[in-house]
């Protein structure tokens, strides 16, 4: 797959899974936090980063993985912060996941960038 393609349908995943979170998980229980909507906020960048893709690729697509490694981090560390297994720690193993492939992806594309070279 390409990286602009999986970085889509990361940004795609994040957005559903922040707005599950904030309005699922926590809006059910009446403690929704702005918190929540983090995974949303960086999933809409994503989107439209992917928009602007072919215009400059090189530096679009070292935006996107700062992003989405920055993003992996927080959500890896909230992870292992929940102890209990319940919706909330589904909705994080869902995005380390989605931010884990498109991480390979996109440190895939930039080593056969470099062979290429």
């Known amino acids: 797959m390409k990286p602009s393609t999986v970085n889509l349908i990361n940004g795609l995943i994040l957005i559903i899974a922040g707005l599950y979170g904030y309005f699922g998980i926590t809006g059910s229980t009446g403690t929704a936090s702005v918190t929540a909507l983090i995974p949303t906020i960086f999933g809409v960048l994503l989107v439209v980063l992917s928009f602007f893709w072919n215009k400059a690729p090189k530096v679009i697509s070292h935006i996107a993985i700062v992003l989405t490694l920055l993003l992996f981090i ?5 992870f292992m912060k929940v ?10 193993l869902i995005c380390i996941v989605s931010n884990a492939l498109a991480l390979f ?6 080593v056969n960038a470099r062979i290429k070279k």
């Not at 992806?105 to 930039?110: D, L, T």
């Open 74 to 78: 927080m959500i890896f560390n909230r």
């Open 83 to 92: 102890e209990i297994w319940n919706e909330t720690k589904y909705i994080f």
């Open 105 to 110: 992806v996109f440190i895939r594309s930039f």
